[in-house]
């Protein structure tokens, strides 16, 4: 049976499918399944492996920080992000930023100053906002069923959190944790991706649709999100001291294949990702005594793993 | 007229009260107030201090992190949780865990080694749990019209954020960014209070009703939140030294005026705070181009300012 088999069949179903290798003596016929044995019980075609060409490699003093780009969605900011980082405009840059329960920013500490600021080459400084996009019927999408306080429609896609509006035709990515995006000043047209940030709290819901989200941490958040906070406005490092330098900021396919982390993410579009959004409506660790029955879109893990078998 | 005038008023009527005294030649007539305006145009009466008895002083070498607990909901543990401050308790204790994007954990290294453990005088180990408790009807409630993923209601009681099920009459404070409460084992009624967390991440409003919550982190948030994670298993620090020592916990009330931090909390029972909430469901500032029209609970700011006149 395929997985794609699944797609139509309710949760419970699902479950009982999923479970049945896993009823073992120790689980209760009504207990549910816990993510971890939904996972331990998936198939390797619920994997699929990060794209060389579509992952940043963040590479900081105290590890790296792997960022997943999204194409589909921020198609120009992507390429320039790329670009930007192919020409090495962020090497040698900082954390500028780390503002509790809100964003970690990295990029030039000499923007504002022509005479110092980072030169850009072929890279472009500005772009063409790209808070939204039209829903296209081949876009996949898997909804979640509880609902959203700020969107007609939330869910994934390409393995994305995003949110739709089929009134209005259109569908964005949402300010999840760790979602990366491209800092911007008031005009909507005036970022590019020379300045990024990082979620790292509750999630600013409110900034859907203001500005560009273009990718999410997979690996190394906490790196990002212990960092010490900024005792400047808005949580700005007020000494160039406490910023934290980035070695080098590269994106995958070009670094040697024995210097890559290997990873891969679970597929949303798969039954293995539905049996575990159930697992976390409906916990079946010994500890929980009440069962939401509901679960909010960023409150959901989308599960990444080092790609098995590794290759090094 | 008094605040508690204000209640029945619609937000746009609240902000055509609010805004009068603020709208310069400077402000488009049609822009919504900000926060920053509705805080600075506040009336003393918006404000309440922290009672001295019902905060926590977590002095930690970094700094001081101040809780508000919660007796209202929770009037057990915050009692005996006083009590174990009261008995030196948590003092040279430590943080023993860090999870991303989770909770940041406090207590007894040693808690599970009879030999090692810190000694319980007069406070309890444990306590029945207290997840929910009844709906009073003296007991205030100021609700966000904007619906919840989790809850029937949600919104503020005593300023702190609250869920309500009107049929089966019961409500209880939220696992929002910020809140504070007692880890427990697998018994519900395992917990006290002796080893406490707070959340740090997005809402893991799964937790609500699974645990008792006693109170919310009201400064100093940050000292604990950017603390580095823990790598071992649910972020718990695997080495004794990778552990933040607890210099001291004190009831406000029992530490010298002249070395207290004296704050006041805006409350939510007031026009001035609903006037804050509409502000956040459309932003005035220039740099918003969206407004989401609408807020979720865990996004609403409860300010915190120094008590002014400043008493030293």
């Known amino acids: ?6 797609r139509l069949l309710t949760f419970a179903a699902i479950l009982l499918i999923l479970n049945g290798p896993l009823r073992g003596a120790d689980l209760p016929k009504s207990k549910p399944a816990t993510m971890a044995e939904i996972l331990a019980a998936s198939h390797p075609g619920d994997w699929r492996p990060l794209d060389p060409e579509n992952t940043l490699y963040l590479d ?35 954390v500028l930023r780390s503002q509790d329960n809100y964003v970690v920013q990295w990029g030039d500490p000499d923007a504002e100053n022509p005479q110092a600021a980072r030169k850009i080459r072929n890279a472009k400084k500005t772009l063409a906002a790209e808070f939204d996009r039209s829903i296209d019927p081949t876009l996949p999408f898997t909804r979640l069923p509880d609902g959203d306080v700020y969107a007609p429609e939330v869910g994934w896609s390409f393995d994305f959190p995003v949110a739709r509006d089929p009134k209005s035709g259109k569908t964005w990515l949402v300010h999840s944790y760790g979602m990366v995006g491209a800092g911007r000043d008031n005009p909507a047209d005036s970022g590019g991706g020379t300045e990024l940030y ?27 999100s212990s960092m010490p906070r900024g005792a400047g406005a808005m949580g700005f490092y007020e000494k160039p001291e406490q910023r934290t330098p980035i070695k080098t900021v590269r994106v995958a396919a070009d670094v040697p294949p024995s210097d890559r982390t290997e990873l891969e993410v679970l597929r949303t579009d798969t039954a293995t990702f539905q049996a575990l959004v159930e697992s976390r409506r409906n916990r079946g660790e010994e500890w929980f005594k009440h069962q939401a029955g509901r679960i909010e879109l960023s409150n959901v893990p989308l599960p990444i793993r080092a790609k098995s078998p590794p290759n090094r």
């Open 1 to 6: 049976m395929a997985a794609s088999d699944y």
């Open 60 to 94: 900081l003093v105290a590890g790296r920080v792997i960022i997943e780009l999204a194409p589909a969605f921020a198609p120009s900011h992507v390429a320039n992000v790329k670009a930007l980082v192919r020409e090495g405009y962020f090497d040698g840059l900082a």
């Open 198 to 224: 990082v979620i790292i709290g509750h999630a600013p819901r409110h900034l859907d649709r203001n500005v560009t989200l273009l990718g999410r941490v997979v690996q190394g958040m906490e790196r990002l």
